[in-house]
Nanobody, 129 residues
Framework: QVLLVESGGGSVQAGGSLRLSCEVS????????MGWFRQAPGKEREGVAC???????????KTDDSVSGRFTISQDNTKKTLYLQMNSLRPADTAMYYC???????????????????WGQGTQVTVSS
């Protein structure tokens, strides 16, 4: 059984920082990579950051342009935990944040939700102005 559990969300003022964590149990950690997604009310789920090749090789991380330079994805293989460090937060970053384990390598890339087969329950991030 695969289980992903996020934590670290909360409410902060604009310019503040949060670090999200995602603990992974089961056999999905690192197989095809992992990612962070977010979904604001009334909007589609969007990819924020992804990372792969991090168990045995040199990790390759990618962040969406909307968070580039502010968010950093990383992992701790000994703890099977994925992180998302979020700095310089903006009200537009307010959303439910989800971590996910990728279960296929399709042509659409690591920001495509359909390429992820396991999801956490989400953690809310609220940024006030």
């Amino acid at each position: 059984q695969v289980l992903l559990v996020e934590s670290g969300g909360g409410s902060v003022q604009a310019g503040g920082s949060l670090r999200l964590s995602c603990e992974v149990s089961g056999d999905a950690y690192g197989r095809y990579g992992m990612g962070w997604f977010r979904q604001a009310p009334g909007k589609e789920r969007e990819g924020v950051a992804c990372i792969y090749n991090f168990v045995r090789g040199t990790p390759y991380a990618k962040t969406d342009d909307s968070v580039s330079g502010r968010f950093t994805i990383s992992q701790d293989n000994t703890k099977k935990t994925l992180y998302l460090q979020m700095n310089s937060l903006r009200p537009a970053d307010t959303a439910m944040y989800y971590c996910a384990a990728r279960t296929m390598l399709g042509p659409l890339g690591c920001f495509t939700p359909s390429e992820y087969g396991y999801w956490g329950q989400g953690t809310q991030v609220t940024v006030s102005s």
